[in-house]
């Protein structure tokens, strides 16, 4: 690449690595869970399983927005115009907005994952087992995705850039 002379904007050339598709039925199994746990919540602990997990869907969102951004904030990572709320299936919460490094995404989803089952495990001694138990699959079920993003590139090299996009998770290398 020949240097930046003229004041021109830079430029970035990332190589695709991996893409992980998100299929249709993959989107349809991810739809269904929630619904077959409130099922089985009702079945085996409360009949107010629903109503908690109505409550327990913004309380994991906003307790997952509040996780991400304190991480972001802590360890000097910019999130303007990088990070923002998104209602897009599969990619519900606080994703990246553009390209973002896999060792910052890993790291914000790992604190996300463990500090809300904690959180979530909290719960237990004040609330009753139905909401603590909406509380915990609400958590993971958002999570879900990014886990599997996660879980799909644990061979890969750790310095590449990902991408979100409504069907599919590019990851590059610079």
């Known amino acids: ?13 990332y190589k695709l690595i991996k893409k992980i598709n998100l299929t249709t039925a993959k989107l349809r199994i991810y739809i269904t869970l929630p619904l077959i746990f409130v099922v089985l919540e009702t079945i085996f602990l409360s009949w107010w399983s629903l109503l908690y997990m109505v409550v327990a869907a913004p309380v994991v969102l906003w307790v997952q927005y509040v996780i991400s951004r304190s991480v972001l904030l802590i360890t000097g990572h910019p999130i303007a115009k990088r990070w923002k709320v998104s209602l897009r299936l599969p990619w519900l919460g606080y994703m990246p907005d553009q390209y973002i490094s896999y060792g910052i995404f890993r790291k ?67």
């Open 108 to 174: 914000v989803q790992l604190h996300n994952f463990w500090i809300g089952l904690c959180i979530a495990a909290l719960f237990i001694v004040w609330a009753p087992p139905a909401f603590t138990t909406s509380l915990a699959i609400c958590h993971l079920w958002l999570l879900l995705p990014r886990l599997y993003t996660l879980l799909r590139l644990r061979r890969d090299d750790k310095g590449g850039m990902l991408k979100f996009n409504p069907a599919d998770v590019s990851y590059y290398a610079q």
């Open 1 to 13: 690449m020949e240097p930046n002379t003229k004041g021109a904007a830079t430029f970035y050339q």
